[in-house]
Nanobody, 123 residues
Framework: QVQLVESGGGLVQAGGSLRLSCAASGGTFRNYCMGWFRQAPGKEREFVAAKSWSGGSTYYAHFVKGRFTISRDNAKNTVYLQMNSLKPEDTAVYYC????????????????WGQGTQVTVSS
């Protein structure tokens, strides 16, 4: 059983940056592709980014390309999401998740989820 704990959310002005972290425990971290999803009020959960277990493959949603960077440190069992040039429409609860399915952007293919961290971007 893998446990995931996100941190790093908060309130930031438009154009600012935040770095989210997700610490994993209870499993073999390097066996999993790690992803970030987000859910805004009244909207469905959507894929943001994912990184393969080896770190060799990275996937992004079109709306974050060039602004967000996903990275992972297998020695620390942690995945990060660096978010730059934030926009008010990035406001959401951000979740990290783990899957054995390589490079998946489908939330139903992720087996483990964190509790989420709130990101609020003011205009």
């Amino acid at each position: 059983q893998v446990q995931l704990v996100e941190s790093g959310g908060g309130l930031v002005q438009a154009g600012g940056s935040l770095r989210l972290s997700c610490a994993a425990s209870g499993g073999t971290f390097r066996n999993y592709c790690m992803g970030w999803f987000r859910q805004a009020p009244g909207k469905e959960r959507e894929f943001v980014a994912a990184k393969s277990w080896s770190g060799g493959s990275t996937y992004y949603a079109h709306f974050v390309k060039g602004r967000f960077t996903i990275s992972r440190d297998n020695a620390k069992n942690t995945v990060y999401l660096q978010m730059n040039s934030l926009k008010p429409e990035d406001t959401a609860v951000y979740y990290c998740a783990a899957t054995t399915t390589r490079g998946s952007s489908r939330s139903d293919e992720y087996d483990y989820w964190g509790q989420g961290t709130q990101v609020t971007v003011s205009s």
